[in-house]
């Protein structure tokens, strides 16, 4: 059982930044792809960025160049770094594991298998 814990939400003005991490009980965390999601309030859940077990990463077109998703894997974490952040970007953020075959890390939610109980982002205007 893949279990992860994610961290470092918070309340922050336009512009500004915030790092999330993602960390992982248990062993071999660079067997899977992981990547983070976001839900804001009455709407869908969405890919923002995924790193590939090789380090690998891709990004929603929505955050490119804001954030940045990094992995760690002495220390089972993944991290998302998110600079100069906009009201839009409010949401309850996800890390999320993928341990299937494919090569190129999927962007979809439904490829994951493991998931995180989120973390809140609110950023005020």
């Known amino acids: 059982q893949v279990q992860l814990v994610e961290s470092g939400g918070g309340l922050v003005q336009a512009g500004g930044s915030l790092r999330l991490s993602c960390a992982r009980s248990g062993s071999t965390f660079n067997r899977y792809h992981v990547g983070w999601f976001r839900r804001a309030t009455g709407k869908e859940r969405e890919f923002v960025a995924v790193?590939?077990?090789?380090?690998?990463?891709y990004y929603a077109d929505s955050v490119k160049g804001r954030f940045a998703i990094s992995r760690d894997n002495a220390n089972n974490t993944v991290y998302l770094q998110m600079n100069s952040l906009k009201p839009e970007d409010t949401a309850v953020y996800y890390c999320?594991?993928?341990?299937?075959?494919?090569?190129?890390?999927?962007?979809?939610?439904?490829?994951?298998?493991?998931w995180g109980q989120g973390t809140q982002v609110t950023v005020s205007s």
């Open positions: 999320a594991a993928n341990g299937r075959g494919a090569v190129r890390p999927s962007t979809g939610a439904s490829d994951y298998d493991y």
């Open positions: 790193i590939s077990r090789i380090g690998v990463t």
